[in-house]
């Protein structure tokens, strides 16, 4: 989409990417045509980046595997851009891979977590971390943001949870710290900042789609001040120490990637109540990026005809934990050929 603003994937440019599930359903976004091209089988990797989701949803919507690794694991530089970032985005974004198989994101990975001394923010963190106490904790999570979800989605969570738990895992039904405030910390320091410094950007650039959703995401998000962005800041360290003190006695956590099955096609466009629908829905994608912690989405199979998954989040740097745990849920849960999912 353009200004990769949307969670749904098209352009006045080229058009609708199409989901290879069910044409008439978002193949999610910004990085959709990459999770459909892995998902109709043009390739078994693709690239992604993640600022509210652009990894995880489209990896839910097309039916493969993707993560949204921990701030300062993948370095990341753009020689296009005429000037930096701003600096929620730098904070909160990051790249990461796609895959049809888990075992793919592992490599795709460790080749893209190789250093480059143009990011200043990346870390030379190993990608296997310490032991951790055995059996592993996993707080499950059926509504973190507390919006309400599909019962299609409630079901996925629960039944991942069960998938684990046959698997040595400990699942216990809780609640992470202060979910929904992060995600609202998150709306102010991203919408807000691209309200003070995008809006020209949208104004010249965008296609009518993004120009409709910038005017949604204005209507919906009340326009932040500077202080009002600098609080937010100042505040993600609150969330970031409250989430280190759970996830140390609970290293994952098992939730849903968004409270709804695929959109319809252009739901986001069609007008503010379906604007609102999709930023209601995905509240459960956006506490991850203002933490800085690692997630991993992966698919569990099919409902009514459409990809379904859920999210594992880990400790900062513990990608490995994540994706251990994803690998158990895929074994469990095997999708149909990608080459041609309805066939």
């Known amino acids: ?36 091209a892995l998902a109709a089988g043009i390739g078994p990797i693709a690239h992604g980046n993640d600022l509210g989701g652009s990894i995880r949803y489209p990896a839910y919507a097309c039916g493969v595997a993707g993560i949204r690794p921990s701030f300062g694991r993948v370095p990341a530089f753009n ?27 592992r490599l795709a990975l460790a080749a893209m977590a190789e250093g480059d001394i143009r990011d200043p923010w990346w870390a030379p963190a190993p990608l296997e971390g310490r032991p951790v106490a055995r059996p592993i904790r996993v707080a499950l999570s059926v509504d973190p943001a507390g919006a309400g979800v599909h019962p299609a989605v409630a079901e996925a969570v629960r039944r991942a949870g069960r998938i684990l738990e046959a698997a040595g895992y400990v699942v216990e039904e809780c ?39 910038f005017g949604f995401m204005t209507k919906h998000t009340p326009p932040a001040d500077m202080e009002g962005l600098l609080r937010t800041l100042a505040r993600r360290t609150t969330h970031q120490r409250a989430w280190a003190a759970f996830l140390a006695e609970r290293p994952l956590v098992l939730c849903p990637v968004s409270a709804e099955p695929p959109f319809p096609q252009g ?5 503010q109540e379906g604007f609102d629908r999709v930023y209601r829905a995905q509240q459960v994608l956006l506490a991850t990026p203002l933490l800085g912690v690692p997630s991993v989405s992966v698919p569990t199979g099919l409902a009514e005809g459409l990809p379904m998954g859920v999210q594992i989040i880990a400790p900062r740097w513990r990608e490995d934990l994540a994706l251990d745990a994803a690998e158990v849920i895929e074994a469990a849960c095997p999708m149909p050929t990608p080459i041609d999912p309805r066939g």
Do not use: C, I, K, Y
Not at 13 to 35: C, I
Not at 81 to 104: C, F, H, I, K, N
Not at 267 to 271: E, H, Q
């Open 1 to 36: 989409p353009a200004l990769s603003m949307r969670w749904f994937t098209e352009n006045a440019l080229h058009g609708r990417t199409l989901n290879p599930w069910s044409a008439g359903h978002t193949p999610g976004g910004s990085s959709g045509g990459a999770a459909a």
């Open 267 to 271: 739901l986001d466009v069609s007008g």
């Open 79 to 105: 020689s296009t851009m005429a000037q930096e970032r701003p600096l929620t985005a730098q904070l909160m974004s990051t790249q990461g891979p796609l895959a049809r198989r888990v075992r793919d994101l």
């Open 175 to 213: 609640d992470p710290p202060a979910f929904a405030e992060a995600a609202r910390d998150w709306d102010t320091l991203a919408h807000g900042e691209a309200m003070l410094f995008l809006r020209e950007s949208f104004e010249r650039h965008g296609d009518p789609g993004a120009q409709a959703t």
